[in-house]
C-alpha cells in the first residue's frame, strides 16, 4: 500500500514538472534543488516519496519541455541540438507535429531504457569498469572531434586557390576554436571563483551561464527576425516515416546514454557524436533523435544512479536526490522503473495536451512579443536565483552564444569549452592552468 | 492530385505536388497517433510488471561471496553475513572479515564513518550478524574488499553471549566447533603475551592447564583511546567472538570494558639459591643484581629474538626475555636494563634437560634499579681454560692478526678475533654479528680492547664471548 503513494509521489511530480517545464529558462535541478531544501528542513517527508516527485519532475521536464523549444524558442543545452527542426516546424505551421514527434522520440527512449533494466546490473558496471580508466582521454578525444569535424559553411563558392581554399577550411573551424576559447576562459572564472554564496553556487553560476549560452541568444534573435508564427495544423497524423522514427530513436538513446555515462558531455554532444557515427538525416530523425537524447541523458543519468551493483552518480538529479535519498536495493530500482514507465506515459498525454493548447495560442500573440516576454522571465527567474552576479554571468555567456550565432559555428563547443576546464582537472592538470591564469 | 488538395501537414494548397512544395511531407510516410498510444500501453503494462517486482524483491539482496568477480570491481552490493574476525581498527579505518557459506570478505569503513560507528557502539564484532551495503574493490592480486561509506549502510545483529569455559571451547573445537563464530563468556587466568606487529595475543588458562588464545588487535587503543591494562597473573573474565587462526581457536576482542579482572593471584616469591624443580611450570617471583645479559640473534637475519640474564652469578638459573617481550617494557625501564642493576621479575620456571630456566612472560612484570658490576680481571689468558666454561670473565689485550671470521651467505659475518696479553697470551674473542653489527665501532688488528663475556668453547680452545655491544670497550 505504501508503494502506491509513491505513485501518487510521481503523480505530483510530473504535474509539477509539467508545469514548470513551459516556463523559458526555467531548468528542473533548480526546483529539485528547492525540494531538497525543503526535505532537509522537514525531516519527516519521507525521502523516497520526496526523491519519487523528483522522478516525476525529471520525466515530465525530459518530455515536456520540448514545447517551449518549439513555441517559445528558449531552450537548455540539451535542446538546442533538435531546436532548429522544431523551429522550422513551428514556421511550416507544424510545431504541433515537432512537438509530438520530439514526445515520441523520448517515448521510444524510454521504452529502450524499460527493456534493459532487466540487464542493466549486468552490462553497466562491466561499462563502468571498462571506461573509468580511460576517462580523460576519452572526454579529450571528445573535445577534438567536435572542434575539428566542422564542416565549412560557405562550401557553395570554392575558392579556386589553394591557400583559398585553406583559408575557407578553416574558417568555421577558427570561428569554433574561437567560441570554445571563450567559452573556457568564462569556464575556468566561474568553476574557479565563487561568485556567490556556497549553497547557491549552482544556479549562481551554471544557470547563468547556460541561460546566456542557449536561450538567450536564440530568443534574441528570434525576437529581432520579427516573423510571424503562422497558423499552426492540430493533427492525429504525424508525417515520418517508422524508418525515422526507429532510427531517430535508437541513436538518440545512445547518443543520451553515452553522456549520460560520461561526466562533462551533455545531450546535445552526445546526440551530436552519435547522429555523426550512424548518419543521421532529415529533420524528422534529428527531432526524434535529439528528444530520445535528451530523455536519456537525463532520466537514463538519474536511472544509472538506481541499478543495482552499479549505483553510478552522474548528472544533476543523481547529486540533488542524493543529498535526500541513496537507492540501495534491487526494490527500489523496480519502483524507479515503474515510476518512469508511469511519467513517462502521463506525461507523454499531458505534452499532447499542453502542445494542442500552445498550438492554438501562440499564432495569435506577435512572436517578437513573445520572445520579448520570454527574455524577461529569463532575466527574472536568473536574478532570483542568481542575483545581479548572475545577470552578470549570462550577459558574458549570452555574448558567446551570440557569437556562436553570427558565425554559425557549432554550439557544442560553447559546452565542451565551458566544461573543459573540469575535464582539465579530471587528467590533473586543471589547478597548474588556473594558477598560470592567475585565477589563484 | 487536383489544385484543391492540402497538405495534410501544413496545411497549405499543394497545387498537386508530391511532397508537399511548403512542407515537404510526403503523406504516404505518416504514423497515427495510435501508434503511440499502443506504445504508452506496452509502457504500463511493463511499468506495473516492473512494480509488480518491487513489491516482490522487498528488502537488501544479498550476494554470495563465492559470486564476487572481477568484472563486479567497483560495484555496490548487499551482503549479509557473520563476522568472523576483527575489528581491526586503525586511526582512519576499521575493518573486519565475514564469511557467509561460501567464502570470507574484508569490510573496510573508513573515516568519518567508523567514528560515528564507534561513537554509536556499533563496532561489529565476532559472532555478530552484520547486513552490509558498500562498494566492492576486487584487485589483480584475486583479493577483495567491501567498502563501506554510510553508517546506516551497516545493519547490525548483535549476538547473544553465551557463558562457556575455557575447557568446553578446546574439547569441541576439532570435534563439533560447537563455540565457532560465537559470542562467548570464559574465566582465565593471564599466563602470556605475544606480541605481534598488528596485535598482541594474551593467553588465559584455566586451573586444568587448558589454554585460549585471547586476540587483541593493537589498533583498539585508537577505539578505546587507552591502553589495555591488564597484567599477569590476573584471573579475568572476558566476552569476546571465538575466531580461527591457523586452526586453532582465538578468542576476538572487540572491547576494553569485555575484560573484566576477578583475581589478582600472586606469584610465589623465592631467592635464586632455593630455586628447584618443583617449581617448574609455576610462576615466581625473584630478585637480584643483574651481572651479564646475552643477546641471542635470529639465525635469518640481524633482529635479537631473546636476552637471557644472568642474576647474581653464573650459577643461577637463567632469565629468558623474549625480544618482542623487552619492546613492551618502558622507555626508562630499557634504559636502565643492563649489567648491574638490581632487578625483581616475575617468571615463570621451566625446564630444559637439567637446567631451570625463568621465562621473563608478558605482560612483563620487571622493575630495575640502576646499579654497578664488574667481573674481576683476568690478567693472564692462559688462566682461562675450557674448564671456565659459562663463566664470567672480564679481559683486557690487543688484538693480533690470526681471527678467523664465519661468513654467512646473506648476512654480515660472525667476527672472531685473537686476544692477547700482556704476557703473550692469546685467547680468541668471538662476536657475533648481532652483537658487532650494533657496535659503534669497528675492531681491527692493532686495537686495545676491554671486554665482559662469558667463557665459552670454540674449537678446541676456550674463547671470551661479550653479550651486548657495551660489553666491548675500545681502550686504544
Known amino acids: ?135 580523460p582521454w576519452i572526454l579529450i578525444g571528445v573535445v577534438a572531434y567536435v572542434l575539428q569535424s566542422e564542416w565549412p559553411k560557405d562550401w557553395g563558392s570554392r575558392a579556386k586557390t589553394r591557400i583559398g581554399r585553406l583559408k575557407d577550411g578553416w574558417a568555421s573551424l577558427s570561428a569554433g576554436w574561437l567560441v570554445f576559447f571563450l567559452s573556457m576562459m568564462l569556464g575556468f572564472i566561474t568553476l574557479n571563483v565563487l561568485t556567490s554564496s556556497l549553497d547557491r553556487a549552482f544556479q549562481a553560476t551554471i544557470m547563468p551561464a547556460f541561460s546566456g549560452f542557449v536561450a538567450v541568444p536564440w530568443v534574441l534573435t528570434n525576437a529581432v527576425a520579427r516573423f ?40 546535445g554532444v552526445g546526440g551530436l557524436l552519435a547522429g555523426h557515427s550512424t548518419g543521421t538525416g532529415g529533420d524528422t530523425q534529428f527531432m526524434v533523435s535529439g528528444a530520445a537524447a535528451r530523455f536519456t541523458y537525463y532520466v537514463g543519468a538519474f536511472f544509472l544512479l538506481w541499478v543495482p551493483l552499479l549505483h553510478l552518480t552522474r548528472k544533476g538529479m543523481a547529486n540533488i536526490s542524493n543529498l535526500v535519498f541513496s537507492p540501495k536495493s534491487d526494490s527500489e530500482f523496480w519502483l524507479f522503473v515503474a515510476v518512469v514507465a508511469i511519467s513517462a506515459v502521463l506525461s507523454f498525454v ?48 549570452t555574448g558567446i552564444g551570440l557569437t556562436q550565432v553570427m558565425f554559425r559555428t557549432r554550439w557544442a563547443n560553447i559546452m565542451l569549452g565551458f566544461f573543459f576546464p573540469i575535464m582539465l582537472n579530471m587528467a590533473g592538470i586543471g589547478s597548474s592552468i588556473v594558477k598560470v591564469l592567475g585565477i589563484y | 492530385m487536383t489544385e484543391e488538395k492540402i497538405c495534410p501537414a501544413c496545411g497549405k494548397p499543394t497545387a498537386g505536388y508530391t511532397p508537399c512544395p511548403h512542407c515537404g511531407v510526403d503523406p504516404k510516410n505518416r504514423i497515427g497517433l495510435k501508434a503511440a498510444a499502443v506504445v504508452c500501453v506496452i509502457a504500463l503494462v511493463l511499468g506495473a510488471g516492473y512494480f509488480a517486482m518491487h513489491l516482490a524483491t522487498a528488502g537488501p539482496q544479498p550476494i554470495l561471496i563465492s559470486s564476487i568477480d572481477r568484472w563486479l570491481d567497483y560495484a555496490y552490493v548487499w551482503v549479509a553475513w557473520t563476522v568472523v574476525s576483527g575489528p581491526s581498527a586503525g586511526t582512519t579505518s576499521l575493518s573486519f572479515d565475514v564469511q557467509d557459506s561460501s567464502g570470507q570478505l574484508r569490510i573496510e569503513v573508513y573515516d568519518p564513518t567508523y567514528k560515528t560507528l564507534i561513537a554509536e557502539n556499533r563496532v561489529p564484532t565476532v559472532g555478530d550478524s552484520v547486513t552490509v551495503f558498500g562498494q566492492l574493490r576486487v584487485y589483480l592480486d584475486g583479493s577483495e574488499e567491501l567498502r563501506v561509506s554510510t553508517p546506516e549502510d551497516l545493519l547490525l545483529t548483535k549476538a547473544q553471549t553465551v557463558q562457556t569455559t575455557i575447557q568446553e571451547i578446546m574439547s569441541t573445537w576439532y570435534s563439533t566447533k560447537e563455540f565457532e563464530y560465537k559470542r562467548v563468556t570464559v574465566v582465565g587466568k593471564i599466563t602470556n603475551l605475544i606480541p605481534l606487529s598488528s596485535a598482541k595475543i594474551y593467553i ?155 621465562n621473563l612472560v608478558g605482560p612483563p612484570e620487571l622493575s ?62 668471538w662476536v657475533t654479528n648481532t652483537v658487532y653489527e650494533r657496535m659503534l665501532y669497528s675492531l681491527a688488528v692493532g686495537d686495545n680492547v676491554r671486554v665482559v663475556g662469558k667463557v665459552m668453547q670454540r674449537g678446541s680452545a676456550a674463547a671470551v664471548q661479550p653479550g651486548v655491544p657495551s660489553d666491548i670497550e675500545k681502550v686504544s
Open chain 2, 368 to 429: 630495575l634499579q640502576s646499579g654497578t658490576y664488574e667481573p674481576s680481571l683476568v690478567e693472564n689468558f692462559a688462566t682461562i681454560t675450557l674448564g671456565n666454561e659459562d663463566s664470567l670473565v672480564k679481559v683486557e689485550g690487543r688484538i693480533v692478526p690470526g681471527g678467523a671470521d664465519v661468513a654467512h651467505v646473506t648476512l654480515p659475518s660472525d667476527h672472531e678475533f685473537v686476544l692477547q696479553d700482556n704476557f703473550g697470551d692469546n685467547i680468541k674473542l
Open chain 2, 204 to 358: 588465559l588458562e584455566d586451573n586444568s592447564g587448558n589454554t585460549l588464545e585471547l586476540y587483541v588487535h593493537n589498533g583498539l587503543m585508537y577505539l578505546e583511546g587507552r591502553y589495555l591494562d591488564i597484567k599477569l597473573l590476573q584471573v579475568v573474565s572476558v566476552t569476546a567472538g571465538v575466531s580461527e587462526y591457523g586452526g586453532t581457536p582465538q578468542l576476538a576482542l572487540a572491547d576494553y570494558d569485555d575484560i573484566k579482572v576477578i583475581e589478582n593471584q600472586l606469584p610465589t616469591q623465592v631467592s635464586l639459591d632455593n630455586m628447584d624443580t618443583t617449581l617448574v611450570d609455576r610462576f615466581v617471583k625473584v630478585s637480584g643484581k643483574v651481572v651479564f645479559v646475552e643477546m641471542v640473534g635470529d639465525p635469518s637475519s640481524l633482529a635479537v629474538s631473546e636476552r637471557q640474564i644472568w642474576l647474581d652469578d653464573q650459577y643461577t638459573p637463567r632469565v629468558i626475555l623474549d625480544e618482542g617481550i623487552y619492546e613492551l617494557l618502558p622507555d626508562n625501564t630499557r634504559q636502565l636494563f643492563g649489567r648491574g642493576s638490581n632487578a625483581e621479575l616475575v617468571g615463570r620456571v621451566s625446564r630444559s634437560g637439567t637446567t631451570l630456566r625463568i
Open chain 1, 1 to 135: 500500500m505504501e508503494s502506491l503513494f509513491y505513485l501518487l509521489f510521481a503523480f505530483v511530480g510530473v504535474l509539477i514538472g509539467s508545469a514548470l517545464s513551459i516556463v523559458p529558462g526555467l531548468h528542473i535541478y533548480s526546483i529539485s534543488a528547492i525540494g531538497v531544501l525543503f526535505a532537509i528542513t522537514f525531516p519527516s517527508v519521507d525521502p523516497l516519496g520526496m526523491v519519487m516527485v523528483f522522478t516525476g519532475m525529471l520525466v515530465a521536464y525530459s518530455m515536456v519541455s520540448a514545447l517551449t523549444a518549439t513555441y517559445l524558442g528558449a531552450t537548455d543545452d540539451s535542446l538546442r541540438y533538435s531546436l532548429f527542426p522544431n523551429q522550422k516546424y513551428l514556421m511550416a505551421g507544424r510545431g504541433y507535429e515537432a512537438s509530438i514527434l520530439s514526445g515520441i522520440g523520448a517515448l521510444g527512449a524510454m521504452m529502450i531504457l524499460l527493456i534493459i533494466a532487466p540487464i542493466s546490473m549486468y552490462v553497466f558496471p562491466v561499462f563502468r569498469k571498462l571506461a573509468t580508466p580511460h576517462m
Open chain 1, 228 to 267: 510571424k508564427v503562422p497558423t499552426q495544423n492540430i493533427t492525429n497524423t504525424l508525417y515520418a516515416s517508422k524508418k525515422d522514427v526507429i532510427r531517430g530513436t535508437t541513436t538518440g538513446f545512445v547518443g543520451g546514454m553515452f553522456s549520460a555515462n560520461e561526466p562533462m558531455v551533455s545531450a
Open chain 1, 350 to 397: 499531458l505534452l499532447i495536451v499542453l502542445s494542442r493548447y500552445m498550438a492554438k495560442i501562440i499564432p495569435r500573440y506577435s512572436y517578437r512579443k513573445v520572445s520579448l516576454g520570454v527574455l524577461a522571465i529569463i532575466v527574472a527567474i536568473n536574478l532570483y536565483f542568481a542575483g545581479w552576479e548572475g545577470l552578470v554571468i549570462m550577459t558574458i555567456a
